[in-house]
Every structure is written in structure tokens, then in C-alpha cells.
């Protein structure tokens, strides 16, 4: 692809996933929202995304309720679908997860202990850290794991390191109902992460998107595939809603991530530039290329 502006083209591209809790049998979350269904148009949506993803990060709650079959229908509908993309596929636990079948279901282990993993995509690391607590919504990073994560982080990764779990490190000041479930003792991880690669920090568990930093480092927090929390939401404290799921892309610069929310509805039309102008722009002059999408009087503009 051609550089039209001041920026190379980024060095890896990651798909930022959440919250598909898929519930067992195929039923319908609260009766109405069809989980599956809206996996699948991640997936659509995911597909037109050019350039295609280097990895496919899931940021937990993958099952509603941990029921084996919801991990066989998750697996069944994304790892072949990312295989067509060619790109890997990153689990991490979520509140509503259960270690012993989500590491049956989705990696095939009878490990039912801590869920952490590490992955190498192309010279980037992603670190899946489980924060989940047995029996439990809110998060925690035992000592045992953040000796674990340090020990990882002492060798640098060739091109830097992305944290991927499920409760984020950061103030919750539009769904304050989420301070009662947040990641519990956030300085102790910060304490192992500063210092080191790390570069971003992806979680979901709010079903809302958003962002901060976190000990020096950029957060990102995608919204969910299945339903959304409102973050304005009048007359209740806490409001689920059946619109705004979205997923987020993650491009990675030498220097710099680049977070984008991608809808999973496209919306309604009002404007359109067609893909002939694309494949002009790969052939034209820059120059020409300039003039033509800068001026006001050019026929892209008119």
C-alpha cells in the first residue's frame, strides 16, 4: 500500500475484541440479544479491515457462563474465520470465564490454573494476564503472577510488549457501578510495569469504550460484541443496551499505538467515495494526489 501522507505504514495491526459472552445451547442474552449473531458481524466487519490483523485479541468474558459447548461454538466461529485473514487468535479470561473449561475449550489443557499466556506476533509481545477471581466479578493479579510478568518483561521483545486483560487499570468516572468490580491494588501492577516495553494496556469488562494511561501507558478499552453500557443512561444506575457494539483496531508505529473504534453496524449512508479513487491514488503523481483530494475546487471535492 502506497504512503500518500507523512506516516509509514504501521508495523503491526491487531484487532481488539470483547466481551462475546456466548451462552451455551445458542439462547439469547436477557432474552433478546443474539450473541452469536453479533460475533459473526465482528467477524464481517473484521474482514473488509485492510490491512488484515496480525492477531485477533479477545480481552475475556468469552462464555456468559462458562458452559463447554459456548467455547466450542466461540472456536468454531472464530479461529476460521481469523485463519482467512491469517491471523492468530489471543484468549484471555474474563469475570465470567472459569479456568478449567475455558483451558479445555479453548487450548485443549487440563491446566486449571492461572490463565497467562505468551504470544509473539511478528516480533510483538502480547501478554494474556488472567485477573479473574474464582467465584468472583471483580479483579486481581496475585503476587505469583506479577513475579511471573516481571520476570517476562526483564528481556525486552523485539518490537515491544501489549498487555491484554479483562479488567482495566484506570478511573471509571461514567459507570461508577464498575468501581465496585475494578482491578484491585492497580499500584502493584503499575510497580512491574513501569520501566519496561510495554506499550499499551487492551481490557474490556465495561462493555463501554474508552481510554486513559496507566503508569506511563496508554489503556484501551473496547466495547463489547454482545451488549453496550450506557454511559449516560437516565433514571438508572446502571443501564444495558442493544446498540454501539464495536470493536477497536490497534496500529502499531515504531513510536506510537493508533486506537480506531470500529462500529459493528455501519449505518446509514450519506456520502460515498468509490474504490476507483483508491486504486487512482496508488498510481498518480502525490502530487496529483494532493491537488485532488485538497483542493476545493477539485472533481473529488465537487
Not at 112 to 140: E, K, N
Not at 171 to 179: D, I, N, Q, T, V
Amino acid at each position: 500500500m502506497r504512503q500518500l501522507g507523512q506516516y509509514a505504514a504501521p508495523r503491526h495491526a491487531i484487532a481488539h475484541l470483547s466481551d462475546p459472552h456466548l451462552i451455551g445451547g445458542g439462547g439469547l442474552h436477557y432474552g433478546v440479544v443474539d450473541n452469536v449473531a453479533n460475533l459473526r458481524r465482528a467477524l464481517a466487519r473484521l474482514a473488509a479491515v485492510r490491512p488484515a490483523p496480525q492477531a485477533l485479541v479477545f480481552t475475556g468474558d468469552l462464555a456468559d457462563q462458562a458452559e463447554p459447548d459456548a467455547y466450542a461454538t466461540l472456536r468454531s466461529i472464530v479461529e476460521p474465520a481469523a485463519a482467512e485473514m491469517g491471523a492468530v487468535v489471543i484468549w484471555t479470561m474474563g469475570n465470567h470465564d472459569e479456568r478449567a473449561p475455558y483451558a479445555r475449550g479453548l487450548y485443549d489443557s487440563d491446566d486449571d490454573g492461572f490463565q497467562d499466556r505468551v504470544h509473539v506476533v511478528d516480533g510483538l509481545r502480547i501478554i494474556a494476564l488472567d485477573t479473574s477471581v474464582p467465584g468472583y466479578h471483580h479483579g486481581v493479579l496475585e503476587p505469583a503472577q506479577l513475579e511471573w510478568l516481571a520476570a517476562e518483561l526483564a528481556t525486552p521483545a523485539e518490537h515491544g510488549t501489549l498487555l491484554a486483560m479483562h479488567h482495566p487499570p484506570l478511573p471509571l468516572p461514567m459507570l461508577r457501578a464498575a468501581e465496585l468490580i475494578e482491578l484491585h491494588d492497580q499500584q502493584a501492577l503499575a510497580d512491574v510495569v513501569t520501566g519496561t516495553d510495554v506499550r499499551g494496556i487492551l481490557a474490556g469488562h465495561l462493555h463501554l469504550s474508552t481510554w486513559s494511561t496507566f503508569a506511563g501507558v496508554p489503556v484501551s478499552v473496547t466495547s463489547a460484541s454482545c451488549y453496550t453500557s450506557d454511559p449516560a443512561p437516565v433514571d438508572r444506575f446502571v443501564s444495558g443496551v442493544d446498540t454501539n457494539q464495536a470493536f477497536t483496531m490497534v496500529h502499531a508505529y515504531d513510536d506510537r499505538l493508533v486506537h480506531t473504534l470500529v462500529p459493528l453496524e455501519r449505518g446509514v449512508e450519506v456520502s460515498q467515495v468509490g474504490t476507483d479513487i483508491a486504486e487512482a491514488l496508488e498510481t498518480i503523481p502525490l502530487e496529483q494526489a494532493f491537488e485532488l483530494a485538497s483542493s476545493k475546487t477539485s472533481q473529488f471535492n465537487n
